[in-house]
């Protein structure tokens, strides 16, 4: 399985710096945000280095959303939010600053004022339907 030794996130997996671990199974790791967002601010993480989504192996996709699920619910049934977001980011211009592919999840209260929305504006549907063309040429040549 990859690794990188200057990681910060294959570090905690390794042990070599402190975390909040709340589970971990042959490919996930799971802790606590130490700057949380909201209370309850988990982290899922595969244990293969993986820069981000791209990177990821599908497997190890798969299991870090799994492991996603059950912190979800954890987190549901000990935080007790209103509801729960989960957020990836991949490179900065999306919010990425640690460089191993993650998962997080964040509990939500009602009216809690965290701005993770955007406004709802009505797109250009020509421009939307011409670029949906695209994607689907794009993901059926991908699936031949
Ligand atoms: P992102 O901005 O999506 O790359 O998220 C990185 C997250 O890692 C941030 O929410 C940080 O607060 C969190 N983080 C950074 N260092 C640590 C650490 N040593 N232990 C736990 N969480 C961390
Ligand atoms: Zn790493």
Same mark, same amino acid.
């Given at each position: ?5 200057d ?12 975390s ?16 949380? &967002?909201?209370?309850?601010? /988990? @982290?899922?993480?595969? +244990?293969e280095? #993986? ?5 990821l192996s $599908?497997? &190890?996709?798969?299991?870090? /959303? @799994?492991?996603?699920? +059950?912190?979800? #619910? ?6 007790? $939010? ?10 900065p ?17 009602e009216?809690d004022?965290?701005a993770?929305g955007?406004p ?19 993901l ?5």
């Amino acid at each position: 399985m990859p690794t990188d030794k200057d990681c910060l996130f294959c570090r905690i997996i390794a042990g070599e710096i402190p975390s909040q671990k709340i589970y971990e199974d042959e490919r996930t790791y799971a802790f606590m945000d130490i700057n949380p &967002a909201s209370t309850g601010h /988990a @982290l899922i993480i595969p +244990k293969e280095h #993986a820069r981000d989504i791209h990177d990821l192996s $599908p497997e &190890a996709l798969a299991a870090t /959303a @799994l492991s996603a699920q +059950k912190v979800a #619910a954890a987190v549901r049934d000990t935080v007790a $939010p209103d509801g729960i977001n989960l957020l990836q980011c991949n490179e900065p211009a999306a919010g990425q600053t640690v460089f191993h592919f993650h998962l997080h999840v964040i509990p939500r209260m009602e009216a809690d004022g965290l701005a993770l929305g955007w406004p709802i504006v009505p797109g250009d549907m020509d421009a939307i339907a011409s670029l949906a063309t695209r994607l689907r040429e794009r993901l059926d040549s991908k699936n031949t």
